[in-house]
């Protein structure tokens, strides 16, 4: 299978614990963007990847969020002191770098904060 | 800020039957809008983009229409499966050059009855 795969699928944690999230795009994809959605909602966009360089982040990804790219290949999403609020799916798509390119998801984390 | 509405937010058809799915947006300076589909608990699929300077894409029993003017989209699904029961999603890209962000719709929850 040569799509974009996410692990874990699920993660449960107690608030206040750090998680961190892996996501492996497909492999001649330079693009790569998290985006989370909660129930009933559609994703809303988090943060994306040119290659390893982190171009757009938006104002959701609070400061104890943070995500990578080393070597542009896979990417890591850790949130920090975890809150209940952080409750979501977190979703991971990658694309072709020309615009008109479409994205391309993964299945998801689906992150439980007790 | 651009707002993307997709009504109804749910709907159920007898199999067989042709449907058509709707997408407003509120900013149409779009680079190009994307349709989705996802599964309970799953990622999106994609499964027709259409550029700013289209009117419309067709994939097999899917037709995508965009008015950009009006800022419309529709998505025609012909001749029903109750594989088609999903959560239909669009998403679109504003024309900006650099945003590679998506704004996505809250999504047609489609139910096709056998």
């Known amino acids: 299978d040569t799509g974009v795969s996410q692990n874990p699928r699920h993660k449960i944690t107690k608030r206040g614990q750090n998680v961190t999230f892996r996501c492996d795009p497909i492999?001649?994809?330079?693009?790569l963007y998290w985006y989370r959605q909660t129930l009933g909602q559609g994703p809303e966009f988090l943060t994306y990847f040119q290659n390893e360089a982190q171009l757009e982040k938006s104002r959701l990804l609070s400061d104890r969020f943070s995500a990578e790219r080393p070597k542009g290949s896979f990417s890591t999403l850790e949130i920090q002191r975890t809150e209940q609020g952080d409750s979501a799916m977190y979703l991971c798509a990658s694309s072709l770098e020309q615009g008109a390119s479409p994205l391309h998801f993964g299945n998801g984390t689906r992150l439980t904060v007790t | 800020k651009q707002e993307v509405t997709q009504i109804p937010a749910a709907l159920s058809v007898p199999e067989g039957e042709n449907l058509v799915l709707n997408c407003s947006f509120t900013?149409?300076?779009?680079?190009?809008l994307q349709w989705f589909r996802q599964d309970p608990g799953k990622g999106l699929t994609s499964l027709l983009l259409i550029q700013s300077s289209q009117r419309e894409q067709t994939s097999g029993r899917l037709n995508a229409s965009l008015d950009k003017s009006s800022g419309r989209s529709t998505l025609y699904i012909a001749a029903s499966q109750p594989g088609d029961s999903a959560t239909y999603l669009c998403a679109v890209r504003r024309a900006d050059f650099g945003n590679e962000k998506l704004t996505f719709g809250t999504g047609t929850r489609l139910t096709i009855i056998p």
């Open positions: 900013d149409s300076a779009i680079y190009n």
């Open positions: 492999s001649e994809h330079n693009r």
